[in-house]
């Protein structure tokens, strides 16, 4: 098992900043790669961003070139740093552990943080 917990979410006027957090625990040592989602009111859950084992990443378009992700492996903790937020980013932002066993993702999320963009 695998527990996440997310934070760092809050209200920020469009062209800020923010740095979202995901720490987790439990049995972390075959996490494959941890994700970022993120869901806006009346709509699907979305994927945002990605980091492997290995350290590759990769984002969505509508994020690319503002959003980072990036881990500190000793603190079991991988962040999410939002610059030029746009109101279209607002959303609860959600983190996943993904795990794949013999051919089969598990997939683990936390309770998420909510982001929102406003004037």
């Known amino acids: 098992q695998v527990q996440l917990v997310e934070s760092g979410g809050g209200l920020v006027q469009p062209g800020g900043s923010l740095r979202l957090s995901c720490v987790y625990s439990g049995i972390t040592f075959d996490i494959d790669a941890i994700l970022w989602y993120r869901q806006a009111p009346r709509k699907q859950r979305e994927w945002v961003a990605t980091?492997?084992?290995?350290?590759?990443?990769s984002y969505d378009d509508s994020v690319k070139g503002r959003f980072t992700i990036f881990r500190d492996n000793a603190r079991n903790t991988v962040y999410l740093q939002m610059n030029n937020l746009k109101p279209e980013d607002t959303a609860g932002y959600y983190c996943n552990a993904e795990k794949v066993e013999v051919g089969t993702s598990y997939y683990y999320w936390g309770q998420g943080t909510q982001v929102t963009v406003s004037s």
């Open positions: 980091i492997t084992r290995g350290g590759n990443t």
